[in-house]
T-cell receptor
């Protein structure tokens, strides 16, 4: 069993929809949680960085962490075609995102 | 700032050949790492370094060597290429210590390697 599980999709939704992306993990020692966005043939770029349980909002993006359930989510409101990408969750034991453990990535398409 | 740069962008090797993937960063980051990305597997950590002269193994280190002689550079060497090493390779860097709060890793554009 992988330490971090993420539904690979693909996920296709109409423009303007609310998107929910999720990851579950097995190692309760993970302390830092990240979401990366990766456009086709590009390197991943950091979207959200959270520590401990709770919500963090940044514009149209909300990251949610539930450590008791070992479950993290990323919500995208008012989705745009430019949000079409692969979204990767990542986790770390240490501050500074060292030794990241990634989910498989979810391929998301927003249809105009 | 150029950020994290990687060369080459593409490479085709024959089985048994060796090569070095180059990675450099100009952000004065202490921490650097190499990942490989395969379909359905996400990114997996190969090797990492917490500073010049210090390296350690990640999840999938076999067949790869690294060294860190300067803060800026972190090359990845394939000793004897195998078809199983066909993948996309990403280099990443980040702060460590007190500067690391709320920051993630910065990734390079990747090197697409095919071993035939």
């Amino acid at each position: 069993q992988k330490e971090v599980e993420q539904d690979p999709g693909p996920l296709s939704v109409p423009e303007g929809a609310i998107v929910s992306l999720n990851c579950t993990y097995s190692n309760s020692a993970f302390q830092y949680f990240m979401w990366y966005r990766q456009y086709s043939r590009k390197g991943p770029e950091l979207l959200m960085y959270t520590y401990s349980s709770g919500n963090k909002e940044d514009g149209r993006f909300t990251a949610q962490v539930d450590k008791s359930s070992k479950y993290i989510s990323l919500f995208i409101r008012d989705s745009q075609p430019s949000d079409s990408a692969t979204y990767l969750c990542a986790m770390s034991l240490k501050r500074g995102a060292q030794k990241l453990v990634f989910g498989q990535g979810t391929r998301l398409t927003i249809n105009p | 700032n150029a950020g994290v740069t990687q060369t080459p962008k593409f490479q085709v090797l024959k089985t048994g050949q060796s090569m070095t993937l180059q990675c450099a960063q100009d952000m004065n980051h202490e921490y650097m790492s190499w990942y490989r990305q395969d379909p359905g597997m996400g990114l997996r950590l190969i090797h990492y370094s917490v500073g010049a002269g210090i390296t350690d193994q990640g999840e999938v280190p076999n067949g790869y060597n690294v060294s860190r002689s300067t803060t800026e550079d972190f090359p990845l060497r394939l000793l004897s290429a195998a078809p199983s090493q066909t993948s996309v390779y990403f280099c990443a860097s980040s702060y460590s210590g007190s500067l690391a709060t709320h920051s993630g890793q910065y990734f390079g554009p990747g090197t697409r390697l095919t071993v035939t």
